[in-house]
């Protein structure tokens, strides 16, 4: 998405700057996690020759609970990729936690949702996302894909090559980051949903789909068929559709590499009673025809297809109205789990 300068978004959705309410004890420790990660049962074959290429094997991991470094969020979670690439500062995972709270600012205990990010550099609307949705009462937990925030690295390798790579190990990340919040106080283990907008949105089909953990997923801005969408798709898409091109992907070259983190070879497992699709009627880079190919092939009831008369940039001013419908579907469906 276009960037969108975070002050903006937060004077344009009246977000507080602060909050003066006591902290939770949990900076400067430890928590022990696992890789809850299932066993991949798949009739399809094409389904599991995708499945495979994301999983790895589950292992136990440590979760660092760091001093936030910035006033926007609470404390920063850091913990070693699923899918590590050789770089140590891309391979450490590091995820933003906003603390819930209720309308006097106090902490509480509350289900959590894990925001995954659009291409913005500065990550503007995942923030702006994650301070709403912490104000709304939940949990919100802000992962940095590979090579944004505190994983960039400059001197990391471009190029296709390097894309396909990048989007499994995010991925495999936001999967892994599911079990680092759990085992966190103040988090109802019982309630972890997902949400991500455009290119969050894809990486966050694709991992929620892997093996059915999260218990919602709210995606914006986002579609299937990624050839098509490059092949046709205005502004961010017609940008990277122009860099592929300089390195000579094109035709059937680009739609083959496409292929292996297509999400819609493995939406079909997401839950469609428990997914909702947020998109713009006059969306030009993620065209309206690509949100409907993910929305049938997740098979989503109508009224889980959320239409907006906006494109893909200005859906940002529909973020409040979508935090709403979260928080409503997370208080129905946690509450579902009492």
């Avoid at 049962?41 to 660092?64: K, Y």
């Avoid at 680092?180 to 969050?200: C, R």
Wanted: proline share 5%; glycine share 8%.
């Amino acid at each position: 998405m276009r960037s969108v300068h975070i002050t903006t978004l937060l004077f344009a959705f009246g977000l507080v700057t602060s909050v003066n309410a006591e902290l939770p004890a949990v900076v400067g420790r430890q928590f022990a996690a696992t890789d809850s990660l299932a066993t991949i049962s798949e009739r399809d074959d094409d389904t599991r020759e995708c499945l495979q290429g994301l999983a790895w094997p589950p292992a136990p991991f440590t979760v660092d609970c760091q001093a936030s470094k910035a006033w926007r969020y609470d404390a920063l979670l850091r913990f070693d990729s699923a899918g590590p690439t050789g770089d140590a500062v891309n391979d450490r995972v590091a995820v933003e936690w906003h603390f819930a709270r209720d309308p006097r600012g106090e902490v509480i205990s509350a289900p959590a949702v894990l925001v995954v990010h659009e291409s913005g550099s500065q990550m503007p609307v995942g923030k702006t996302l994650a301070m709403l949705l912490s104000r709304h009462g939940m949990h919100a937990f802000l992962i940095h894909l590979p090579g944004y925030g505190e994983r960039r690295n400059e001197s990391r390798p471009k190029g296709a090559a390097s894309l396909i790579r990048l989007t499994r190990q995010s991925i495999m990340d936001v999967r892994r980051t599911r079990d680092a919040i759990v085992v966190l106080p103040m988090i109802d283990p019982k309630f972890v949903a997902i949400q991500g907008t455009s290119l969050g949105g894809f990486i966050g089909t694709t991992a929620a789909s892997i093996d059915g953990a999260f218990d919602a997923v709210f995606l914006m801005l986002c579609g299937g068929d990624l050839y098509d969408v490059l092949q046709h798709g205005d502004r961010d898409a017609a940008k990277m559709r122009r860099q592929l091109a300089d390195e000579g992907l094109a035709g059937d070259k680009l739609r083959e590499l496409l292929w292996s983190i297509e999400p819609t070879r493995v939406c079909h497992r997401l839950k469609p009673e428990q997914t909702w699709l947020f998109s713009g009627r006059f969306d030009s880079v993620v065209p309206i025809k690509n949100a409907n190919v993910l929305a049938q092939h997740i098979g989503l009831p109508a009224e889980h297809h959320v239409l907006y008369d906006a494109d893909h940039y200005s859906g940002v001013t529909k973020i409040p109205e979508m935090v709403k419908r979260v928080q409503d579907e997370i208080s129905r469906l946690s509450s579902g789990n009492e």
